[in-house]
């Protein structure tokens, strides 16, 4: 079993449509949960970070952390085309200093 | 100020032979990781340098090594390239081995044929 699972897509939305992401994970370690967008050809980029269970707001984003279940999710209100991009989950421990990243899950939002 | 840089930034070599690659890390970043992201997959950690020590590894063999300078710079060399090789060689820094706020460069591609 994979210590984390995601979609790989491509998740395809119309222009200003509410995007929804997910990952699970199997490992109830597991601390810290981030998002990271992802360009074409260009490296990850940190758009979200969280310690433990609840919500984080950032403008157009949030993620969620449920523990219990094993599940953390991005949403993305209001998607733009430049939204449009590779989105990468990460989770990691205390003690541990690797991410585990999902596979990804490719966006396309159209105009 | 600059982020992470990474060079070079594209990589053509032949199976058997070794390569190295170069990371500078955001300017007062302290730790550089290393990881390979092949193609439609998410990244795989490689390992992390912290005060010129490997402090912690992945799953790779020992044919991936590294070093750390005094500057915080770093390399990756891989030695006996095989075609499974052929990646995205990420490079990233963070203050301190157990921040999680990564700054990732964008990478050097690499090609074994």
């Known amino acids: 079993q994979k210590e984390v699972e995601q979609d790989p897509g491509p998740l395809s939305v119309p222009e200003g449509a509410i995007v929804s992401l997910n990952c699970t994970y199997s490992?109830?370690?597991?601390?810290?949960f981030m998002w990271y967008r992802q360009y074409s050809r260009k490296g990850p980029e940190l758009l979200m970070y969280?310690?433990?269970?609840g919500n984080k707001e950032d403008g157009r984003f949030t993620a969620q952390v449920d523990k219990s279940s094993k599940y953390i999710s991005l949403f993305i209100r209001d998607s733009q085309p430049s939204d449009s991009a590779t989105y990468l989950c990460?989770?990691?421990?205390?003690?541990?200093?690797?991410?585990?990243f999902g596979t990804g899950t490719r966006l396309l939002v159209s105009p | 100020d600059a982020g992470v840089t990474q060079s070079p930034t594209h990589l053509i070599k032949t199976r058997g032979q070794q390569v190295t690659l170069r990371c500078s890390p955001k300017?007062?970043?302290?730790?550089v990781s290393w990881y390979q992201q092949a193609l439609g997959q998410g990244p795989q950690f490689i390992f992390q340098?912290?005060?010129?020590?490997?402090?912690q590894r992945g799953n790779f063999p020992d044919r991936f090594s590294g070093h750390q300078f005094p500057n915080y710079s770093s390399e990756l060399n891989v030695n006996a390239l095989l075609l499974g090789d052929s990646a995205l060689y990420l490079c990233?820094?963070?203050?301190?081995?157990?921040?999680?706020?990564?700054?990732f460069g964008s990478g050097t591609r690499l090609t074994v044929v």
């Open positions: 990233a820094s963070s203050l301190l081995p157990r921040s999680y706020g990564y700054t």
């Open positions: 490992n109830s370690a597991f601390q810290y």
């Open positions: 969280t310690y433990s269970s």
């Open positions: 990460a989770i990691g421990r205390t003690g541990f200093q690797k991410l585990v």
């Open positions: 300017s007062g970043h302290d730790t």
């Open positions: 340098y912290y005060e010129e020590e490997e402090r």
